[in-house]
């Protein structure tokens, strides 16, 4: 069993910056986790993936150059620096993972089996 939680979220103006965690809990070796994240009244969006083992990451090209995917293997944690901030990023963040060797192509919702509860990021102009 996996267990997932999100922290860090909160407001901030446009062009500022958060970093939000996500802290795992009975993670096995061989996850893909990833950041997604859903505006109001629009579907959940992949944000970015990391391969755990092999490190490999990948940013969609809304973010690409401003939010960055990392991991804390010796804290169990995955975070996502998010930079330059726009109005646009507006939306309850969701970390996720899949036990798989090695990331899904895409990045969609339906390929992830954990969830965190997820964190609001709120950016004003």
């Known amino acids: 069993q996996v267990q997932l939680a999100e922290s860090g979220g909160g407001s901030v103006q446009a062009g500022g910056s958060l970093r939000i965690s996500c802290a795992t809990s009975?993670?096995?070796?061989?996850?893909?986790m990833a950041w997604f994240r859903q505006a109001p009244g629009k579907e959940r969006e992949g944000v970015a993936k990391i391969n755990l083992v092999q490190g490999g990451t990948y940013t969609v090209d809304s973010v690409k150059g401003r939010f960055t995917i990392s991991p804390d293997n010796a804290k169990n944690a995955m975070y996502l620096q998010m930079t330059n901030l726009k109005p646009e990023d507006t939306a309850i963040y969701y970390c996720a993972a899949v036990i798989r060797d090695s990331c899904p192509y895409l990045l969609r919702r339906a390929d992830f089996t954990y969830w965190g509860q997820g964190s609001q990021v709120t950016v004003s102009s």
């Open positions: 009975g993670t096995a070796r061989g996850a893909c």
